[in-house]
């Protein structure tokens, strides 16, 4: 049961598409999975803290000058939204088979 | 890419194979009460409002123990004081909750009204603002002192929550409450299910999950790792946070209607607050 849970915690976590271009700023990015969880979070109840921390992460690292390792950071932040879509749209039609019967 | 997605649907679904769809709140509440009737046969089914203690020999001695002594003690003096404080217009909170609050009995219930659930904590600070006080804040100080007395003072009572059928609006808050019960959140990808029911017993780390039947008869609580007293709603923060989901607001709709739901999933147990948790 348990490896069970981590491995769909751990497929959730991976899932996610990649879902920048190559092009625009760190900024730019940065603001972009920002906007993407700030809808999800107007769209569903749906919220995960480690999204929250790497946006947050991603904005400091920015003004540190670390520019890849924002980046990076964002591309993060932005995986974890859809892992977070992902997580709604599955749960939306699945959580009525866990009730027992 | 394909083969991991894979995984996570088969394993979602595959936690859902000696499950289904229930047709109501009486039948929902009949089987969920035998489910943890048949994992903890040893349990005497009034035993379930002990929490995790109903299961763990061992750590039940040790509660036990702390019992004798029990930490929410200052609590309940102290709640006991603010209760007959008098309020600036001459009332105290016994006028709205009668002399010695023992009304635990009469929460979390429907208002009809308002369409929406009323929890004890949220008619506290109701009373409060209507006498022209400061409300309190929902997860720890003050308002677990108040609760702490009201609820030594109902021990003993059932819990007896209703969901009227002649206003769906009822239906539709317990049915809410009920799907966040069992729905799979944060990074983690758990459902209060996944803990309290599913693997409940088991050892989570060092602490062992306990059975969501008996969740709701016993709080506030003093809790060992908070050192201090605190509501449902701040543990439903608390469980949230462990699975890395955002929680939602203390007193909001959103926990209210979960502890709607799991407050009658308790049916026929005694309310035996305020309580002492690891």
């Known amino acids: 049961m348990r490896n069970g849970l981590k491995t769909i915690a751990l497929g959730l976590a991976l899932i996610a598409p990649v879902s920048f271009a190559g092009s625009g700023t760190t900024a730019e990015h940065i603001e972009a999975a920002t906007a993407a969880y700030k809808k999800l979070a107007k769209e569903s109840s749906y919220q995960w803290t480690t999204t929250v921390k790497a946006i947050k992460a991603a904005k400091k690292a920015l003004e540190a000058g670390d520019d890849k390792g924002a980046r990076k950071l964002a591309h993060q932040a932005m995986d974890l939204v859809e892992a977070t879509r992902l997580q709604a749209k599955i749960e939306s039609e699945t959580w009525r088979m866990r009730v027992p019967k | 890419m394909k083969k991991v997605i894979s995984s996570a649907l088969v394993g979602t679904l595959s936690l859902g194979i000696a499950f289904g769809v229930s047709a109501g709140p009486v039948e929902d509440q009949a089987a969920f009460q035998k489910y943890y009737e048949n994992k903890f046969p040893d349990t005497p089914t009034a035993d379930f409002a002990n929490g995790v203690y109903s299961i763990l020999p061992t750590a039940r001695e040790q509660w036990e123990a702390i019992e ?31 002399p010695d609050g023992a009304v635990r009995n009469q929460y979390p219930k429907w208002d009809s009204d308002r369409g929406m659930v009323v929890t004890m904590e949220l008619a506290i600070n109701e009373c409060l603002t209507a006498n022209g006080e400061k409300p309190l804040k929902y997860k720890k100080g003050k308002i677990t002192e108040v609760t702490a007395y009201m609820s030594f003072n109902s021990r003993g009572q059932e819990v007896d929550v209703k969901i009227p059928s002649d206003d769906p609006r009822a239906l539709a808050a317990y049915e809410n409450g009920k799907e966040h019960f ?3 959140r944060g990074q983690l990808n758990f459902a209060c299910a996944d803990c309290h029911m599913l693997t409940a017993g088991n050892l989570y780390r060092a602490d062992t999950t306990s059975p969501g039947f008996g969740h709701g008869t016993h709080w506030p609580v003093y809790r060992s790792k908070w050192q201090s007293m605190g509501t449902l709603h701040r543990r439903f923060g608390g469980c949230h946070k462990n699975i890395r989901a955002n929680p939602y607001k203390a007193q909001g709709e959103e926990y209210r209607n979960l502890e709607y739901f799991v407050t009658y999933m308790s049916n026929g147990l005694t309310f035996n607050g305020p309580g002492a948790r690891k």
């Open chain 2, 68 to 98: 004798e002594f029990p930490p929410y003690e200052i609590a309940i003096e102290a709640g006991e004081a603010f209760y007959n404080k008098t309020f600036a217009n001459g009332k105290s909170l016994a006028d709205c909750f009668g």
């Open chain 2, 182 to 184: 069992y729905t799979k």
